[in-house]
């Protein structure tokens, strides 16, 4: 079955690093685009960045853009983000999710991961 | 950019109903919009997408409409473990979440 497991979260001081990653085992990661998604406490979802089955396209919001970077190893079945310049109000549960389709970045992700938070904090 | 404006930001409704939520572009998207339920302490689920087609494995009570600029979710008969939070999402350009619609028991 399809699994989707992120670690790397803790607590980090502002202007400082983290790098996150998404371990996917269930199906052939090197044929699905993958996302980030955060989302700080008590508030909605932010979409953070996208990186496409290859790696070749990585598309960023406006928030992280400069300061993130998506990379995936698909011989390793994993998906990271680096997360540099930290600032508090990148404190959020961090989720990993695939697309619903190979080659398809329009049609939603089906699977996510249950999340790792991020606390950034002096 | 494009914005999404999605209304009611709250609702309180009762087993049985009937309710639509909605969402609003700035712009044109098309059908790329799709719907998330997400309830607390949980990853969001996928309900619609492209604007209508129903994910796998969701319950027919849930529905989608729209093109363009205005969409709409519409669950026919709210069961209890509808009560949650929905988002609808555009992917015209790059994604961007509606700011929430939270489902409350009345």
Same mark, same amino acid.
């Given at each position: ?122 | 950019?494009?914005?999404? /404006? ?13 309710? /639509? ?52 979710? /519409? ?9 949650? /939070? ?21």
């Amino acid at each position: 079955q399809v699994q989707l497991v992120e670690s790397g979260g803790g607590v980090v001081q502002p202007g400082r690093s983290l790098r996150l990653s998404c371990a996917a085992s269930g199906f052939t990661f090197s044929d699905y685009g993958m996302h980030w998604v955060r989302q700080a406490p008590g508030k909605g979802l932010e979409w953070v960045a996208l990186i496409w089955y290859d790696g070749s396209n990585k598309y960023y919001a406006d928030s992280v853009k400069g300061r993130f970077t998506i990379s995936r190893d698909n011989s390793k079945n994993t998906l990271y983000l680096q997360m540099d310049s930290l600032r508090a109000e990148d404190t959020a549960v961090y989720y990993c999710a695939r697309d619903l389709e190979p080659g398809s970045y329009v049609l939603g992700s089906d699977y996510w991961g249950q999340g790792t938070l991020v606390t950034v904090s002096s | 950019d494009i914005q999404m /404006t999605q209304s009611p930001s709250s609702l309180s409704a009762s087993v049985g109903d009937r309710v /639509t939520i909605t969402c609003r572009a700035s712009q044109s998207i098309g059908s790329y919009l799709n719907w998330y339920q997400q309830k607390p302490g949980k990853a969001p689920k996928l309900l619609i997408y492209t604007a209508s087609s129903l994910q796998s494995g969701v319950p027919p009570r849930f529905t989608g409409s729209g093109s363009g600029t205005d969409f709409s979710l /519409t669950i026919s008969s709210l069961q209890p473990e509808d009560f949650a /939070t929905y988002y609808c999402q555009q992917s015209f350009s790059t994604p961007l979440f509606g700011q929430g619609t939270r489902l409350e028991i009345k």
